[in-house]
């Protein structure tokens, strides 16, 4: 257990369907990181904060349309009793600035964060406005509800807290670390279905193999996503070559 609690990331995802959580969180990297207390999750039923004797949580969209719009008054006042003052407080929306490593490493290295899932055809923007909410995307398709969402970023931030990945993993040689995508992987057996591994990665050379897996990432990453690759990190003026990644010895 982790004793000192202050150290806890905590994550507090307000929602409609509270019993989705842990769901996949509960397992593998993460369950064990919070089964030991490296982070800590409590979802809270929206629901919970609805003040009508029909606990009614949504209504119709003002100036009409299809579907139901969460409602302000019921969602500030859930925000409100999460005490996450201390936390940022985003809002999972496909309106919302897509999500980055960059934007995970920054949320892991802080406190937590409140999360709101949005469910129907979103949440009225008042509650979004008032109490300043981040509003941030997974990627450009539409979910049911921002629960999986939420279940996205939380992974993508507790396996960047200190112990959750250990030694053997590190989180500074994987894709969108250094602006590239990662180089392919391989391991045994050596010959698959006639296809060999190629001969760099089996030479010994650490200092060959990480340039071929610089070259391989460069590579990649140029033609698979050329908005990555316009927009990475330049190597220093000075004429030096991008630093080829690091080689983990012992795994
Ligand atoms: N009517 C909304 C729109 O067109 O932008 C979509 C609402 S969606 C059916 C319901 C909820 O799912 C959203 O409020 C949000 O919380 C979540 N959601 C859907 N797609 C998402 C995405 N790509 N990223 C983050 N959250 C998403």
Redesign the pocket.
């Known amino acids: 257990m982790t004793s000192d609690t202050s150290k806890t990331w905590r994550a507090t995802v307000l929602t409609l369907f509270p019993e989705m959580f842990p769901g996949p969180l509960g397992i593998s990297l993460a369950g064990r990181a919070l089964a030991s207390g490296v982070w800590a999750l409590e979802a809270r039923d929206i629901r919970a904060s609805a003040a009508d004797r029909h606990r009614s949580v949504d209504d119709t969209p003002a100036g009409g349309g299809p579907?139901m719009v969460?409602r302000a008054d019921v969602l500030a006042a859930a925000i409100d009793a999460a005490d996450a003052q201390d936390r940022p407080k985003l809002?999972?929306?496909?309106?919302?600035r897509p999500l980055t490593q960059a934007r995970v490493a920054e949320l892991a290295a802080g406190p937590g964060a409140l999360i709101?899932?949005?469910?129907?055809?979103?949440?009225d923007q008042r509650v979004i406005d008032a109490r300043a909410l981040e509003e941030?995307?997974?990627?450009?398709?539409?979910?049911?509800?921002?629960e999986i969402?939420a279940m996205t970023l939380i992974d993508a931030c507790v396996r960047l807290l200190p112990g959750v990945m250990g030694k053997l993993s590190s989180a500074t040689d994987e894709s969108f670390s250094d602006g590239l995508l990662e180089y392919p992987q391989y391991t045994r057996p050596q010959l698959f279905e006639d296809r060999q591994i190629p001969d760099i990665l089996l030479s010994g050379d650490h200092a060959k193999v990480a340039r071929w897996r610089l070259a391989e990432a460069e590579a990649l990453t140029q033609s698979r996503r050329p908005d990555l690759w316009a927009a990475r990190p330049k190597p220093p003026e000075s004429g030096k070559k991008r630093k080829p990644p690091k080689i983990a010895t012992d795994g």
């Not at 809002?91 to 919302?96: A, E, F």
């Not at 709101?116 to 949440?123: A, M, P, Q, S, Y």
């Open positions: 579907g969460l809002v999972m929306s496909p309106r919302g709101v899932c949005g469910r129907f055809e979103g949440i941030v995307s997974i990627g450009d398709y539409v979910l049911s509800g921002g969402a």
